[in-house]
């Protein structure tokens, strides 16, 4: 069974603060593992990463993969209040590339 | 492009009523999944629906069943509700079966009391 395990569960910091958040997973046949960010309800899309070593940044926000050692992380630099959410990490089904196994996620807390 | 949406937002039930949740898919999407989340957890798969029909259930009991309309929006049905059954329902699609990366609605917050 497809396994994706997150940590910190939680995480508290001050603006300006970096951040990495883990992920590590155990998937038969990987394809590929998503970042997404829950700040209230919807999961919004971070990232898709599929390829062992190449980071994938967008502004402040980046996550690179090592598909050896079966872990991503995500970054935050310089961190803001409106980057409390919680964040989520999941890996596709084998078989059904649009069923995702996600993490329990973690949740962030920026404070001024 | 309008997004995923889902309906009600919010609900409250009792134990062994039953419950229909609504989703309208991503213009042009004809894969749409459901998940359950439970406070502090992530989303659990339950299933999923291409082209009408169901195409894989995660482990979840048949009292939770679905169904996908032509134009792909899609509805949740659950019976004989349980307390636990008290979660954010999300509704996610995706442009096909195989594409990893999945649009999410704002979800529907279920209370069982």
């Known amino acids: 069974e497809d396994k994706v395990v997150q940590s910190p569960l939680s995480l508290v910091v001050h603006e300006g603060d970096t951040v990495t958040l883990n992920c590590s997973y155990e998937?038969?046949?990987?394809?590929?593992l998503l970042w997404y960010k829950q700040e209230k309800k919807a999961p919004t899309f971070l990232f898709m990463l599929?390829?062992?070593?190449i980071e994938k940044k967008s502004g402040r926000l980046s996550s690179i993969l090592d598909k050896k050692e079966l872990f991503s992380i995500l970054n935050i630099t310089a961190t803001q209040t409106g980057d409390s959410a919680i964040y989520l990490c999941?890996?596709?089904?084998?078989?059904?590339?649009?069923?995702?196994?996600f993490g329990t996620g973690t949740r962030l807390q920026v404070m001024l | 492009e309008t997004g995923v949406t889902q309906s009600p937002t919010h609900l409250i039930k009792t134990r062994g009523q039953q419950v229909t949740l609504r989703c309208s898919s991503q213009?042009?999407?004809?894969?749409v999944s459901w998940y359950q989340q439970a406070l502090g957890q992530g989303p659990q798969f339950i299933f999923q629906?291409?082209?009408?029909?169901?195409?894989g259930r995660g482990n979840f009991p048949p009292r939770f069943s679905g169904l996908q309309f032509p134009n792909y929006s899609s509805e949740l049905n659950v019976n004989a509700l349980e307390l636990d059954d008290s979660a954010l329902y999300l509704c996610?699609?995706?442009?096909?079966?195989?594409?990893?990366?999945?649009?999410f609605g704002p979800g529907t917050r279920l209370l069982v009391l």
């Open positions: 996610a699609s995706s442009l096909e079966l195989a594409q990893e990366t999945q649009y």
């Open positions: 998937v038969t046949n990987f394809r590929s």
């Open positions: 599929t390829s062992s070593g």
């Open positions: 999941a890996a596709p089904h084998t078989g059904t590339a649009s069923k995702l196994t």
């Open positions: 213009s042009g999407h004809n894969t």
């Open positions: 629906y291409y082209r009408e029909e169901e195409n």
